[in-house]
């Protein structure tokens, strides 16, 4: 539940959209097993990729146009983004078109372009933005329009400039003309996403221009979809009409009378999944016994209302969204399977009675007279998909942002594009389960999300059997992938690249989290803030790993996750941001009263006067028509809600804003060398408020010594924020604006220490103190045992693991030859069971990912003391602690990082030259969640411990012993 992405984990699910895909083991069979297990959004599909060659540096002419303000640039040489504390320029038309056409003219020493070329440039859209408007204007070459990039968003408000992204080309000839045919051009897509090229219309490649550093290119824009697997797969390319060459790619998944009447699951059933039927009756008009939702914003019709004829359709087909059944998969990508039943009272009541999950996932339930509840579930999908699309049309995803409708009137946009939405999809195969997913082709072509069951899978995820068809925070995920896929970078293109990847997920959980809070909807979980807590049964953290109002994350954690960069996790970094700063709006502006934030959300309060997250959510869709293109990196999607602040509230929000930021990373100094970047360099510094110069101090055993520091609660992947290593160059001095962090600090020979601090604007010094790591390697101490890769244990980084292959995992050990030559005082140790991603000699495979069910759960720890015996021989040891069973206590639907962290577990005091770590249970084999058969289908085991192949394995990543 990212391009348009998925969410993770699953879902949210995952980052093209798909939450997850997994196969489910069919026991006593003699042929090849199906495909692996993957969790959730760890699947793999086509990725972004920009194979333009080169990159175009600003002449020396910018260069000297640009001072006096910050520019970030792209590789075409024009700027990425023109930023200042005060407007770029005034005393402009009050038009906003004409004053972003006059800024153009005025600045084209900046951009590189001549008059000739500012004057050709055409518009795209003007969407207003409170008092101002986001001015799209796009280039032509020659006769054709710029496809890809060639586009400049200019934030405009009372004749003054206060913002400007740009995708443009210095280069404003025209392309050498097409040889390619569209067919050919079908076929050379199909080929390089590994795609059918059936797959694709050669009536639908249309020619463009594509800017490239080496000049422009005429290009043929493609976009293919593909049923065939267990995950769908969809692309745009841009194809070279002369080589055939794949100049860009961008995946296009992202990984829920004449008064008609719906019965509908507001935000899921039960959250105790009993068979209770809680569904409420919506309906469009005030009348008895139901509660009046209005209808269409853009037409003012029922939901159901077909506006090619202007009558109801008397099922799940209307202008802005059609639902549909899809158990066979037999191609979702067009429209011609099966509706609910028609109901010529409109009177869209269907029976519910929680079959599948009554029945425990048993397939036979798909074709019983109940349907697992099929019809229920097509209709709940429907009426979600308008309430979503009505929540965002008042928000600003309207026909002129590029939205999803069959009939847009006269409103702009292109039309013909309802979101069409398949219940059940792949329900007929085994190895479609317990994932969601998001196709948002370009303006024009129907959107198409695929809503799954769910089901427990032996060492891959295990989630109760339910339909997410009936999760609204899974479907409001799916569907704000179209939302932010079509507002950002124009009608054409979406997001693009792994930091732009992650906040595209991050979005759809803050829109989805962000509709529910503001309609008083409750999903399941300890907090409202928890996505996905019905489908996964996991009340803590639902899909992700953390819940968005408890997260520490921040910037400097990007690829923090098990299998390292991942575009759900590293959106929760973002989520956790945009979130602190949501409440920082509610602190300000109040939450509201249930009836005033139901005004707001109808539209029918101004924004001026909503609370606090209605202004955030405002500033949110507003920042996504500010940037020209996708390719973004967080500090680029800052600026845009800083910009975005300015042209709404004329920037009276900045201070609270840059606070927040900075909090999380992404303060003043904060920077990224484009989207792909994994090693940001994070700021913790506003630029408008006082901050702390704080050098970090170590004491105890470490001083002198080189410590780092980190800012978070993650040191594997994390990027430090000072050390005193006086080879490097970070420096032993952070500034930070004030408040309560928390940090973790590594030495060599010193272990890790994490601890929290309240940092004043007033304070010098972070003391840490630190002792001896006797089992460290830096200090002398070695390791041998079982499996591979033992000295991990004691090189003092999460960022590596020891591991054993050999089945079973009890018992397997790895013993420590402490440091020192005489026996040392221990009295506790720290213990890691973080993963990594997979290399060359993992199971998995280099590339893939460790899987999460292998990692420990419960150990004991045994010593030996040399001086006293001999600790070559078994007999030596003893027991001197014994882990509690749920030492890292993952628990359903599968191990996340916040499980598998660092963690200290006192000892009595214990003397030893020999400590041995034992392994009593990893997490497949020793968690109580994963243990037995839980469904009813007789084609799935899901007993970990037997039927998972990676019961056998077991890793750790450190061992580190200390006196106290």
């Not at 194979?51 to 540096?57: F, S």
């Not at 308008?386 to 590029?402: C, Q």
Request: with cysteine; glycine share 10%.
């Amino acid at each position: 539940m990212v391009p348009r992405k998925r969410w993770t984990t699953v879902t949210a699910l995952a980052a093209t959209g798909t939450l997850l895909t997994a196969a489910l083991a069919v026991p006593g069979r003699a042929e090849p097993p199906p495909p692996r297990p993957r969790p959730p959004g760890e699947g793999t599909e086509p990725a972004d990729k920009d194979a333009r060659p080169g990159r175009l540096a600003p002449t020396s002419r910018q260069v000297g146009a640009a001072r006096g303000v910050t520019v970030r640039w792209n590789g075409l040489g024009t700027p990425a983004s023109v930023t200042d504390a005060e407007p770029l320029a005034g005393g402009l038309p009050g038009d906003p078109e004409k004053a972003a056409r006059a800024y153009l003219a005025g600045h084209r020493d900046l951009f590189g372009l001549d008059a000739a070329a500012v004057g050709a440039l055409e518009k795209v859209a003007v969407n207003p933005v409170g008092g101002g408007a986001a001015v799209l204007l796009r280039q032509r070459f020659g006769g054709l329009p710029a496809g890809y990039d060639g586009l400049v968003a200019v934030g405009v408000a009372g004749g003054e400039v206060v913002s400007v992204t740009s995708t443009l080309s210095r280069d404003g000839a025209a392309p050498a003309p097409a040889v390619l045919s569209p067919k050919d051009a079908v076929a050379a897509a199909g080929r390089d996403a590994g795609i059918s090229a059936s797959a694709g219309d050669p009536r639908k490649a249309r020619l463009v221009a594509v800017p490239t550093a080496e000049g422009v290119r005429s290009a043929y824009q493609v976009t293919l979809m593909d049923a065939s697997g267990a995950e769908p797969k969809a692309v745009t390319s841009y194809v070279d009409a002369r080589t055939g060459s794949v100049l860009v790619r961008e995946n296009l998944v992202d990984h829920d009378s004449d008064n008609p009447r719906w019965a509908v699951f507001p935000a899921t059933p039960s959250g105790d999944y009993s068979s209770r039927d809680t569904r409420e009756t919506w309906c469009f008009a005030p009348a008895a016994g139901c509660r009046a939702v209005g209808g269409d914003p853009s037409s003012g019709r029922p939901w159901d209302v077909d506006p090619a004829t202007g009558a109801p359709s008397a099922t799940t087909v209307g202008n802005a969204a059609r639902s549909y059944e899809n158990r066979a998969s037999s191609d979702p990508f067009t429209v011609g399977t099966r509706t609910s039943a028609p109901k010529p009272d409109r009177n869209y009541t269907y029976p519910w009675t929680n079959q599948w999950h009554t029945g425990k996932c048993d397939p036979a339930t798909l074709d019983s007279p109940q349907e697992a509840d099929l019809e229920a579930a097509m209709s709940n999908l429907f009426v979600q998909h308008n309430r979503m699309h009505d929540w965002s049309y008042r928000l600003g995803f309207t026909e002129s942002a590029w939205n999803m409708q069959a009939d847009n009137g006269e409103r702009g946009g292109l039309g013909g594009d309802p979101e069409q939405g398949n219940a059940q999809a792949g329900a007929r195969f085994p190895t479609v389960r317990d994932n969601a997913n998001q196709i948002t082709p370009p303006d024009g072509t129907p959107a198409i999300t695929n809503m799954y069951l769910w089901q427990p899978i032996a060492g891959s995820f295990y989630p109760p059997c339910v339909d997410g068809d009936f999760d609204m925070s899974v479907i409001g995920h799916e569907y704000t992938h179209a939302i932010s896929g079509r507002m950002i970078a124009g009608p054409d293109a979406g997001w693009s690249g792994p930091q732009a990847g992650a906040m595209n997920e991050s979005t759809s959980d803050l829109f989805a989290m962000e509709y529910l809070n503001e309609y008083g909807l409750r999903q399941p979980g300890r907090t409202p803030y928890v996505i996905g807590g019905y489908v996964t049964g996991d009340r803590r953290a639902g899909i992700r790993n953390y819940d968005m109002s408890r997260s520490p994350l921040n910037y400097a954690d990007l690829g923090y996750d098990l299998v390292g960069t991942q575009v759900h996790a590293d959106g929760e970094i973002w989520t956790a941001t945009q979130f602190d700063l949501r409440q920082a709006f509610v602190r300000r502006y109040g939450d509201g009263s249930a009836a005033s934030q139901r005004g707001c959300a109808d539209g029918t309060v101004p924004v001026a006067k909503c609370p606090g997250n209605r202004r955030w959510a405002q500033l949110s869709f507003d920042a996504l028509l500010l940037m020209a293109g996708g390719a973004v990196s967080y500090v680029d999607h800052r600026d845009a809600l800083l910009a975005a602040d300015t042209l709404r509230f004329g920037g009276r929000n900045h201070e609270m804003m840059w606070k927040v930021f900075a909090e999380h990373g992404l303060g003043k100094d904060a920077a990224s060398n484009g989207p792909a970047d994994a090693d940001p360099a994070p700021s913790f510094a506003s630029p408008l408020s006082r901050n702390a110069q704080v050098r970090l101090t170590p004491l105890g055993d470490a001083k002198g010594g080189k410590v780092r520091l980190y800012v978070g609660d993650y040191e594997a992947r994390a990027v430090p924020v000072a050390d005193t290593d006086p080879a490097t160059p970070l420096g032993d001095t952070v500034a930070l604006t004030p408040g309560r962090y928390s940090f973790v600090a590594v030495g060599a020979g010193v272990g890790h220490r994490r601890f929290t601090a309240a940092i004043g604007a007033s304070q010098r010094t972070l003391p840490v103190a630190m002792s001896r790591n006797e089992a460290a390697g830096a200090n002398g101490a070695t390791a041998a045992g079982d499996g591979a890769s033992q000295a991990a244990l004691l090189d003092e980084t999460e960022a590596t693991n020891w591991q054993s292959v050999t089945a079973p995992v009890a018992g397997r050990q790895v013993t420590v030859d402490l440091a020192g030559d005489r026996p040392v005082r221990v009295g506790r140790v720290q213990v890691s069971a973080l993963l990594r991603p997979a290399v060359a000699g993992d199971p998995e495979g280099a590339g893939g990912t460790q899987n999460r069910f292998t990692a420990l759960r419960a150990f004991r720890l045994l010593a030996c003391d040399a001086s006293k015996g001999d600790c070559a021989q078994n007999a030596s040891y003893r027991t001197v602690y014994t882990s509690p069973s749920d030492a890292f206590p993952a628990d359903r639907p599968r191990p996340t990082a916040p499980d598998l962290i660092m963690r200290s577990f006192d000892l009595r005091d214990v003397t030893a030259t020999h400590l041995r770590l034992e392994v009593v249970s990893s997490q497949c084999t020793g968690a109580p969640a994963y243990a037995g058969e839980q469904d009813a289908d007789p084609r799935s085991a899901t007993d970990c411990g037997t039927a998972s192949p990676s019961a056998g394995i077991v890793r750790t990543a450190e061992l580190q012993a200390f006196a106290r």
